[in-house]
């Protein structure tokens, strides 16, 4: 296992000696697998328990099985089941560290509006 200051420090050899990483790792006898790794998985950003990851541009697929007033076909898709309004809690917090909670009467297409608009 390698920890984040490992890889930090290995990064910082590597532009001080001006080598490549393939070249520093085989000197320090680290497999190249390993550290590349443990640096994708440090550079993920790290989600608060609780909150769902999203990217821009759609509804995740586990949060389209979960809403409320929507039914999953055999094909996998979801649809709406009713058009009614459910009383939900929703905290969304930004790449930038902003927390916000939008809660209230919202129906499935509410929801898909918010998440799509991030």
Do not use: C
Request: aromatic share 6%.
């Amino acid at each position: 296992m390698l920890t984040r200051e490992q890889i930090e420090e290995i990064q910082t050899e590597r532009r001080e000696k001006g080598i490549s990483i393939k070249n520093l790792l085989k000197e320090k006898g680290i497999p190249e697998h390993q550290y590349f790794w443990w640096k994708r998985k440090y550079n993920k950003p790290e989600v608060p328990e609780g909150f769902l990851p999203v990217a821009g541009g759609g509804l995740p697929a586990a949060m389209s099985a979960q809403l409320p007033g929507t039914i999953q076909t055999s094909h996998g898709k979801s649809k709406l089941d009713t058009p009614g309004e459910n009383w939900m809690s929703i905290e969304l917090r930004t790449a930038g560290g902003t927390d916000m909670r939008i809660q209230g009467g919202l129906t499935p297409a509410m929801v898909y509006t918010i998440l799509k608009s991030l």
